[in-house]
């Protein structure tokens, strides 16, 4: 037996192992709490996964969890990445808004006018204002889908409609906004509107208006489908866990860092958006087939000038508790989201 050999091919096998071991595969876990079929998950997710894949020659993977299989609602979402649950998570912003109170400042009407818009104008300003706020994780994409509808169980479509309401916003910190046009805001996770539109918990949600849609189907429990209010947003996210982002390889971070950001963003923004404009045109057919179940109703531009006046005079207040908590410059933050 020649044990020289052996022993040479021994060692080629460890170095060939060595090279195998520094060019792993990675594969990634994703925890949402939406269903699969969701767009975040069908269109941006999808984007990312592909990227990942084909700059990786297939080295990095991910794996879906879906439908808060790792833990359900938006709310711990943000804890559960910090606390690597998952590597990756999907969650709402406005669901933990103390942790990011410089960032809720996207969510105001302002001259934005869609979520893409809303998206591009926040990643202005993200890294000079916000990013600080997103320092325990690896921020993979945050945007800013439109609250572009109120769907409601009463017409809400007037100041005079709106004196009374309970209606759901898409964050606490609009509340003086909600107030200042007469409403009486409650805050509740954007999973419980359908029950509570359904038993009268609520009078209506401030929602993209893709939710009269399936999955969520919010058409099926209210009477009313009100746009052309001031549009509210929302910001959403996609954030990694930071050590196991370090812990990757050199050539997979570059690879993750090349796509995160403004790119993934703009794809996030971009999924709800279209969904938005697919359920435009669904709601077109159900109308042109008489099958549409809620009123479709387009605020008038009078009524549109008296909510805007409205919520531009709760901004005073909303200042104001920012500076309380030690926050001076939310002003500041607001006009260079709204230039």
Do not use: C
């Not at 509107?193 to 401030?206: E, N, R, W």
């Not at 923004?269 to 669904?282: M, N, P, Q, S, T």
């Amino acid at each position: 037996m020649n044990f020289k050999k052996l022993a040479l091919a021994a060692a080629f096998a460890g170095a060939l192992g060595l090279a195998n071991q520094s060019a792993q595969s990675e594969e990634l876990s994703v925890a949402t709490f939406v269903p699969p079929s969701h767009e975040t998950v069908t269109k941006a997710l999808a984007w990312f996964e592909k990227e990942l894949t084909e700059r990786s020659n297939g080295e990095i993977t991910i794996k879906l969890y879906a439908a808060g299989q790792l833990g359900a609602g938006p709310t711990q979402q943000y804890k559960r990445v910090v606390e690597g649950v998952a590597d990756i998570t999907f969650g709402i912003a406005a669901s933990t808004p103390t942790l990011f109170p410089k960032t809720m400042l996207a969510i105001l009407p302002g001259k934005a006018v869609d979520g893409p818009d809303s998206t591009e104008r926040m990643w202005t300003v993200f890294d000079s204002h916000m990013a600080d706020e997103w320092s325990d994780v690896k921020v993979l994409a945050v945007a800013n889908p439109a609250g572009g509808i109120i769907i409601a169980t009463k017409d809400v479509s007037t100041i005079e409609g709106m004196k009374g309401a309970k209606i759901v916003p898409w964050a606490s910190m609009t509340t003086p906004v909600m107030k200042g046009m007469g409403a009486v805001p409650v805050q509740m996770d954007p999973t419980e509107h359908y029950t509570a539109l359904s038993t009268g918990t609520i009078d209506g949600a401030i929602s993209s208006i893709n939710n009269i849609m399936p999955p969520w189907n919010l058409d099926e429990v209210a009477d009313y489908a009100i746009v052309n209010t001031p549009a509210t947003f929302n910001p959403v996210f996609y954030v990694m866990n930071k050590e196991r982002y370090e812990g990757l390889s050199a050539e997979h971070r570059a690879i993750i860092d090349e796509i995160s950001g403004l790119p993934f963003s703009r794809e996030l923004a971009r999924a709800f958006h279209e969904a938005d404009v697919e359920a435009l045109k669904w709601k077109d057919e159900k109308i042109a087939s008489g099958e549409l179940r809620v009123k479709w109703i387009v605020a008038s531009e009078e009524e549109r000038a008296k909510m805007e006046a409205a919520a531009a005079a709760g901004m005073a207040e909303i200042y104001a508790d920012y500076a309380a908590r030690g926050i001076n410059n939310a002003q500041e933050i607001y006009e260079a989201l709204n230039k």
